[in-house]
């Protein structure tokens, strides 16, 4: 409990990750708590009022179907940060697997390793694609078409980025293995399983946070430029790379329709980032003291 | 020193001022962009008018149509008609006589074997041939001389003028294709990619899917032209970025297709580098119904006959989907000036619109509600969507990746949720949606959605081959490697019976009254949706010149004719 005061004190003395945290947690409460505070449905079609400014009526103006741009931002926020939490999650639990394992058991740190280093050199992007492309009627089928394709495209991001993560763990189960406290336990005959997960997971812990949040920043973006390419989500799911993508022909005319969604991934992004930064600072032992 | 100065000033200023009669070859270099990239350069193995019109720039038709839909001669010396005596009294042959002197692009002549070639390289079992119906009723070609072509038709053919008319079924040149006949003909790379042909323009290297650079044709039978020396065309992009390039940067003379929001387009044109250019012809931005099953489980089977569509095979649902949409709405949104509405799949020429199907124009959500309940599809679990038996009004509604069409998407899915039927949005690149790919699962032609949206016409001013479209030999299936225009996969024994009487019918008011019958049944029957009658929309930079908008055939008929403006 007292280490957990002083981690937090610690991050909050850390300027950019409390700035960092803070508006993360502006974002996240205003996307999902969003519509309560805000009536409007993003989905709405009122063509009477299309391609308002930006007014009392609607804070960040309206599309070109009279769609309300505060809302939609709103919803594409809820299925981005959704769709990053999700792909970070089976980022993290893949790449701390294959690091614990690869760092623990000798034997398996070969193949491991080489994969990841196949995973690395792969183009991601244009890997993404054929995934789009083969998988996504039989996924359609299975948990219908909205669920389908975010199993999709949170697999697919997940599947593509754990790598940074896995290599980060191994390095340091390689040099945790052979302390005298792991030493000991082994002495005392806990099995690998216990080794792993009493001993060496929990020292790994800052680590993984750390690629979690810098995790999370990197499947936001990429789902943004999935749906920026029109690959992601069908058109009536408004995530911010689609409402970017969307908005791009207005550019001249209506820049806050870009501004709007724009700004959204970036500040995600950057505090995400900030907050990850932070907390490496944090959990170091040799800094800060 | 001075006076070579001079000379070189003289002659610049001598080519520039006759920059319209330049000789060949003498204004450089003409870049156009066509934001689909075509994929291959043979008309006959591709549908998509990307294909089509990149390979027009290299093969010609005998005859083809103008920018105001009438029919002139081309690679013929004359149109065959009954008083020249070039038709048959009993109009079952037609004999077209080939210019004289007519010479490929690698110089050896053109003869009337070529002709006859063509007719049977897309007439060959199991070539695939994408234009067949341009070739129905043929029985035999005769060549009784060198520059003489006899077609022979298995019975009246009224309207002879569908083989080699138009930028759909243009010569190709039998030395070339000779070995390419047949299920030979998709493999044979390196003819499909550069065919040779008589046009004003030879292909110099072709990258599929991306990029054609075409030499003047040092065979072409006027010796003045092309003015330009180089053609480049460049696919790929959207139509935005398209029109920014001819409109607001200038990088390319010559964009075509310009599906933009009517405000997007004139504030392009308002950086004074082109011209926005439109024209008006059969060109019908639709949605498609799918009468058969599109679900994934049915393998092979998918979007076939075989297995019909849980509740689209109902005409109820059918209309009621037509009537829930405000048409007046999507055009005054989508296109502005550059559309109108219309209830008809054939909008133009004047004598072929119907009018009576104009109660499409009026949208009535409480009538197509009340017909859904009549017919028994209520909601009967609450959910918002109408149900029947088990099968609920559930859509997949997929259409190519375009502001506008999105758009529609978004407002049509609107209309149809307040009449108790779910859609759900697909969008798919443009040139995998209109591509010719058979291995793709997301052409328009696979069809593997409940309904679909694009835009479609027929070339020349006769709608006999395009009305034989939803002729049920026409049905796109596995077998025929998904070629063929019955999109809606729709099939009935009394539209095929029409579709063969026109076949036999030479009066053009018969004609005319057939057609129109054509188009009822085809719209009373609801599977087919029409939007919008759309303007042919593209943009020219101002230093280029000759270009006429043509509608009735490919955009670049004319390219031999294309100059650089002066300043």
């Known amino acids: 409990m007292s280490e957990r005061a002083s981690l937090l004190r610690r991050l909050a003395r850390h300027p950019g990750a409390a700035t960092g945290g803070v508006l993360f947690a502006a974002i996240l409460a205003a996307v999902w708590l969003g519509p309560l505070l805000w009536p409007l449905a993003p989905d709405v079609i009122d ?30 926020g809820r299925l981005s940060l959704s769709v990053g939490l999700a792909a970070m999650a089976i980022a993290l639990g ?18 491991l390793m080489r994969l990841t280093d196949l995973f690395l050199a792969l183009p991601l992007l244009p890997l993404l694609l054929v995934m789009l492309l083969l998988f996504r009627d039989s996924l359609a089928g299975i948990f219908g078409p909205e669920g389908g394709i975010f199993v999709l495209v949170v697999g697919a991001i997940g599947l593509t980025s754990w790598m940074p993560t896995a290599r980060i763990v191994r390095g340091d189960t390689l040099a945790l293995k052979e302390r005298e406290f792991v030493l000991a336990a082994r002495a005392a005959g806990t099995g690998p399983i216990g080794l792993m997960t009493r001993h060496i997971l929990p020292n790994v812990l800052s680590p993984i946070l750390v690629s979690a949040a810098l995790g999370l920043a990197t499947a936001i973006v990429t789902e943004s430029a999935l749906s920026f390419l029109g690959l992601g989500f069908p058109p009536d799911f408004p995530s911010w790379g689609r409402l970017l993508s969307d908005a791009t022909i207005y550019l001249a005319d209506y820049p ?19 907050l990850g930064d932070g907390l490496r600072d944090a959990l170091d032992p040799r800094l800060g003291r | 020193m001075h006076i070579s100065r001079y000379l070189i000033g003289a002659l610049a200023a001598l080519g520039l001022g006759q920059a319209a009669l330049a000789d060949r070859g003498t204004d450089g270099q003409v870049n156009i962009l066509y934001w689909q990239a075509p994929s291959i350069l043979n008309p006959y193995l591709s549908g998509g008018t990307k294909d089509l019109e990149a390979a027009s720039v290299v093969l010609e038709p005998l005859a083809r149509y103008d920018e105001t839909g009438t029919m002139v001669p081309w690679l013929a010396e004359r149109i065959p008609t009954l008083e020249n005596g070039d038709v048959a009294e009993d109009l079952t042959s037609i004999s077209w006589r080939l210019r004289n002197g007519l010479l490929w692009s690698d110089g050896t002549p053109v003869t009337s074997r070529d002709v006859q070639f063509t007719w ?121 970025a398209a029109g920014r390039a001819v409109l607001e940067t200038g990088e390319f003379d010559y964009a075509w297709n310009l599906q933009l929001a009517p405000d997007v387009l004139d504030r392009m044109e308002s950086a004074g580098l082109g011209q926005v250019i439109s024209t008006f012809g059969a060109l019908v931005e639709r949605i498609v119904l799918n009468l058969t099953d599109p679900a994934p489980e049915h393998g092979n089977e998918r979007s076939t006959r075989a297995h019909p569509h849980p509740f689209l095979t109902d005409p109820a649902v059918r209309e ?63 959910d918002g969507v109408r149900d029947k038996d088990g099968a609920a009004l559930r859509m997949l509604f997929q259409t190519s990746t375009n502001a506008v069409r999105q758009d529609f998407q978004a407002l049509i899915k609107q209309w149809w949720s307040e009449i108790g039927v779910a859609t759900e949005l697909r969008n798919i690149d443009a040139s995998v949606f209109f591509g010719s790919d058979p291995g793709s699962p997301d052409t328009f032609q696979k069809f593997f ?106 955009e670049l008929w004319n390219i031999a004719d294309w100059y650089r403006k002066d300043g």
């Open chain 1, 47 to 76: 063509v009477r009022a299309r391609n308002l400014g930006p007014g009392l009526a609607h804070p960040l103006g309206t599309d070109q179907l009279g769609r309300d741009t505060l809302a939609r931002v709103l919803a594409g």
């Open chain 1, 94 to 111: 893949l790449g701390t697997l294959i690091g614990v394992c690869a760092g623990f058991f000798r034997r398996l740190d070969g193949p």
């Open chain 1, 256 to 274: 806050e329709r870009v501004i709007a969604p724009g700004l959204a991934i970036s500040l995600t992004v950057l505090s995400v980032t900030y």
């Open chain 2, 120 to 240: 049977e390289y897309c007439t060959a079992p199991g070539g695939g041939c994408a234009q067949i119906e341009k070739y129905g009723g043929i029985t035999a070609i005769d060549t009784p001389d060198a520059r003489t072509v006899v077609v022979h038709f298995d019975g009246p053919k009224p309207f002879p003028y569908t083989a080699f008319v138009g930028a759909q079924s243009p010569i190709l040149q039998h030395a070339q294709f000779a070995d390419c006949t047949g299920p030979r003909a998709p493999e044979c790379t390196a003819e499909n990619f550069a065919p040779i042909g008589t046009g004003p323009f030879a292909v110099e290297e072709f990258r599929p899917n991306d990029v054609v650079t075409y030499t003047a044709n040092p065979n072409y039978r006027d010796p003045d032209k092309p003015a330009f020396a180089r053609v480049l065309l460049k696919g790929g992009g959207d139509a935005t």
């Open chain 2, 320 to 382: 009621a989907l037509s009537l829930a949409i405000d048409r007046p709405l999507l055009v005054e949104l989508g296109y502005g000036p550059a559309g109108r509405v219309t209830c008809n799949i054939v909008p133009a020429p004047e004598i072929y619109a119907s009018d009576a199907n104009d109660a499409c124009k009026l949208q009535d959500i409480a009538r197509a509600n009340a017909l859904l309940d009549a017919a028994g599809w209520v909601d009967s679990d609450a």
């Open chain 2, 449 to 554: 959605a409940d309904a679909e949206m694009f835009a479609n016409n027929f070339d020349g001013t006769d709608p006999e081959a395009y009305l034989a479209n939803w002729h049920c030999d026409q049905i796109p299936t596995p077998e025929n490697q998904w070629q063929g225009s019955n999109i809606p996969r729709y099939c009935s024994g009394a539209y095929n019976a029409l579709v063969d009487q026109m076949r036999r019918t030479g009066d053009l008011e018969k004609r005319a009254e057939l057609a129109r019958a054509m188009n009822d049944t085809l719209m009373q029957e609801f599977i087919l949706l029409p939007l919008v009658d759309r303007g042919r929309v593209s943009a020219n930079a101002n230093s280029l010149g000759g270009v006429r908008l043509n509608i009735w055939d490919s």
